[in-house]
T-cell receptor, first 110, second 114 residues
Framework: GQSLEQPSEVTAVEGAIVQINCTYQ??????LSWYQQHDGGAPTFLSY????GLEETGRFSSFLSRSDSYGYLLLQELQMKDSASYFC???????????FGTGTRLQVFP | DAGVIQSPRHEVTEMGQEVTLRCKPI?????LFWYRQTMMRGLELLIY????????DSGMPEDRFSAKMPNASFSTLKIQPSEPRDSAVYFC????????????FGSGTQLSVL
């Protein structure tokens, strides 16, 4: 089965850069995804890494290293509206399930 | 595109009652997923369908839970009888094909079982 671990909480100030890590134990997966969820809202897709390396989408970037069983989400030029929970997720090879990590709550302060 | 539509938005019921949650996926999407979210257990996959067929229901907690997808535009998740420990937010999500695609989530149903 899959196990994806994330820090429970991260805090930062507006304008800063923050990195949210995701370490996993898995027998095999297609790719690593990241989702954002505001309080009371639904998860929304942010990014996807099928291959090792960095994917950039505006202020957000995501990184994957399969050899290190590790990925991260990088948020730059933080804004107050970035305060939310962030989840990594992997889609398993043999079951085609999307399994979510434990989630990281990001609080951005002025 | 209206997105994934779930109803009701909130449900408050008493222990022992039957609860039915509803979901309309995005038109053209072939995969549908039911997730449950709690503080203690995070986002748990309950069951998912491909082309209206249940593929994996290993996440369904017990026999009190059942899910159906009678056609490509509608799915239900039923709990009978409900228990206080079922209180959670239940999300429905859909994707074009499978879990290796972007999932689009509905707004969720906040279920409280008293």
């Amino acid at each position: 089965g899959q196990s994806l671990e994330q820090p429970s909480e991260v805090t930062a100030v507006e304008g800063a850069i923050v990195q949210i890590n995701c370490t996993y134990q898995t027998s095999g997966f297609y790719g690593l995804s990241w989702y954002q969820q505001h309080d009371g809202g639904a998860p929304t897709f942010l990014s996807y890494n099928a291959l090792d390396g960095l994917e950039e989408t505006g202020r957000f970037s995501s990184f994957l290293s399969r050899s290190d069983s590790y990925g991260y989400l990088l948020l730059q030029e933080l804004q107050m509206k970035d305060s939310a929970s962030y989840f990594c997720a992997v889609s398993e090879y043999n079951t085609d399930k999307l399994i979510f990590g434990t989630g990281t709550r990001l609080q951005v302060f002025p | 595109d209206a997105g994934v539509i779930q109803s009701p938005r909130h449900e408050v019921t008493e222990m022992g009652q039957e609860v039915t949650l509803r979901c309309k996926p995005i038109s053209g999407h072939n995969s549908l997923f039911w997730y449950r979210q709690t503080m203690m257990r995070g986002l748990e996959l309950l069951i998912y369908f491909n082309n209206n067929v249940p593929i994996d229901d290993s996440g369904m907690p017990e026999d009190r839970f059942s899910a159906k997808m009678p056609n490509a535009s509608f799915s239900t998740l039923k709990i009978q009888p409900s228990e206080p420990r079922d209180s959670a937010v239940y999300f429905c999500a859909s994707s074009l094909v499978g879990a290796d695609e972007k999932l689009f989530f509905g707004s969720g149903t906040q279920l409280s079982v008293l």
